[in-house]
């Protein structure tokens, strides 16, 4: 026969199975697909393409209608606020400027005229040469006067805006990229104008780029302001930019029949190597787990599976044996002392069960107990202490006894004080304060599953674990698992094949009944 040998390559991860012949074939027995736990570093990532755009872009436009006699910039300059970038035909704005000039001349000219002729008026008043009536008709006249000067500053105010207009300027620092006019062209005002008048330039400040990105819907649970990014373009092959995810904007779109979303991811371009237009690949860093240990995928079952999956590897599991699944097949307590539980019975010494798991029913969310008792606590510090209990199997037992009432929160607090200081130098205290109040030090949301240990006499053995990240190859262990472990895979064809028989099984063995109770099967959680 020929040597054949399994590969999966996951990240962080080369997971090894081989089949051997011979002699060696039967001293192992079965010959099974095995991967191996090992710890390395995992990534989740979300990728996407775009486009490169700037972030600001601003159309030039003229407030003047007219010829245009000069263009100063091309495609392409650098401009900065303020430089001159087209004159147009002043000759039309320059007449109107002439003429308000004139009459702003007279309006001055009559309101002088006016007040003279006011203070006369006034003077005669007094010598009563003059009737009150005479008088506020002089008065009446430096009034209109006066109103005649506004008139004619504002009108030359404007005139002399108008004749500023002709010149067209930058509006803010940038790069030209594109130009919409030629010399000679006549072009519509901007503001007289209904279509919005003529476009001459087109600018952008380059040093601050985005990539506008559409994001599948299934990846927009993970996605949030404030992620990194890493952008790659076909233009430079070797290079990675780096970039911000700006904002998610809340408006899907549908391309194929696919949902996505747009993501803007902003980009630091000062060294001026991206364009716009270019085609982007984006990698968005969602989460990272160092030093953890990682599975692959398909090494991993649900806990409502490992009946099925028992009978695909020709294990036969009694009750006692798959109940710890059944409880753990939800979040929150019940499914962390059940993986307790199992660690406890199959771990890596290979021995004795570990503390009772107690916790086999329950809300994901403690409930306030009884008052704080010293008593309570005091005994239950030396439970622990006297059987020697895992830790971890030992803090599921707590949170179970808070759950029913037995104990209280601040019992539970001085418990596991104790604990910290009687076993500080175990493995199993790390992260002790964490899964006392119920979540993981770094706020990840974990998930119960199963995976089947390789045992010492090549017999699988079934084990309740927690899941923490993962992607399309692997998955984190958060619990339950240590590296160097070898897990035997079940196959998805195996599996299936084996799901109906295990469930009319069980429909037996509880005469006809659901062996997971009236409510829905179990792992409804995740």
């Not at 500023?164 to 620092?173: F, G, H, L, N, W």
């Not at 021995?351 to 239950?380: I, K």
Request: with cysteine; glycine share 12%; net charge negative.
């Amino acid at each position: 026969m020929t040597m054949c040998r399994f590969a999966l390559l996951t990240t962080g991860v080369l997971a090894l199975g081989a089949c051997q012949t011979g002699e060696a074939a039967e001293e192992v027995g079965p010959r099974y697909i095995t991967a191996e736990a090992t710890r390395g570093n995992l990534e989740l990532r979300a990728e996407a393409t775009g486009t490169v755009e700037p972030v600001r872009e601003v159309e030039v436009k003229s407030k003047a209608s007219g010829e245009i006699l000069r263009l100063y910039a091309d495609v392409g300059d650098q401009v900065e606020r303020g430089a001159l970038l087209a004159e147009i035909d002043p000759r039309d704005v320059r007449n109107r400027f002439n003429q308000t000039e004139a009459d702003l001349a007279v309006a001055e000219a009559q309101l002088e005229i006016a007040r003279a002729q006011l203070d006369r008026q006034r003077q005669l008043l007094e010598a009563q040469v003059i009737t009150q009536a005479e008088f506020e008709n002089a008065t009446l006249s430096f009034a209109n006067a006066q109103a005649s000067l506004v008139r004619a500053q504002t009108n030359h105010e404007l005139a002399d805006l108008q004749l500023a207009d002709v010149s067209i300027r930058a509006p803010m620092s940038g790069t030209i990229i594109q130009r919409s006019v030629e010399e000679g062209a006549v072009i519509q005002s901007a503001s007289s104008n209904v279509s919005g008048g003529s476009v001459l330039f087109v600018m952008a400040n380059l040093g601050d780029m985005q990539v506008r990105t559409l994001v599948d819907e299934t990846d927009m649970g993970d996605l949030e302001a404030g992620l990194s990014a890493a952008v790659s373009v076909e233009a430079f092959p070797d290079r990675t930019f780096q970039g911000v995810v700006e904002k998610i904007e809340p408006m899907a779109t549908v391309e194929q029949n696919v949902t996505m979303f747009p993501v803007i991811v902003s980009i630091d371009n000062r060294t001026g190597l991206l364009k716009p237009g270019m085609n982007a690949e984006v990698e968005v860093f969602i989460d990272e787990a160092i030093d953890v240990v990682v599975v692959p995928n398909n090494a991993v079952v649900q806990t409502s599976d490992v009946g099925p999956a028992a009978m695909a590897l020709g294990l036969e599991l009694d009750d006692a044996t798959l109940a710890p699944f059944m409880r753990g097949g939800g979040f929150g307590p019940r499914g962390g002392a059940a993986g307790a539980a199992a660690r406890g019975q199959g771990g890596a010494a290979g021995g004795g069960g570990g503390a009772p798991a107690s916790a086999a029913g329950g809300d994901g969310e403690a409930t306030p107990g009884a008052a704080p008792s010293q008593t309570a606590a005091a005994s239950e510090s030396q439970a622990t202490a006297e059987t020697g209990a895992d830790p971890m199997a030992r803090i599921q037992e707590l949170r179970a006894k808070v759950e029913s009432g037995e104990i209280s929160q601040d019992s539970m607090r001085t418990v596991m004080q104790s604990l910290r200081g009687a076993g500080g130098a175990r493995g199993g205290m790390r992260g002790l304060a964490g899964m006392a109040e119920g979540s993981r030090s770094s706020d990840r949301e974990t998930r119960p599953a199963a995976v089947f240990v390789l045992g010492a006499d090549s017999v699988p053995e079934p084990r309740l674990v927690q899941l923490g990240i993962g992607d399309w190859d692997s998955v984190e262990i958060v619990s339950g698992l240590d590296g160097g472990e070898t897990l035997v895979v079940v196959g998805p064809a195996q599996l299936q094949a084996q799901q109906a028989e295990f469930l009319e099984r069980m429909r037996s063995r509880m005469g006809g009944s659901s062996p997971f109770g009236g409510g829905g099967g179990p792992g409804r959680g995740r």
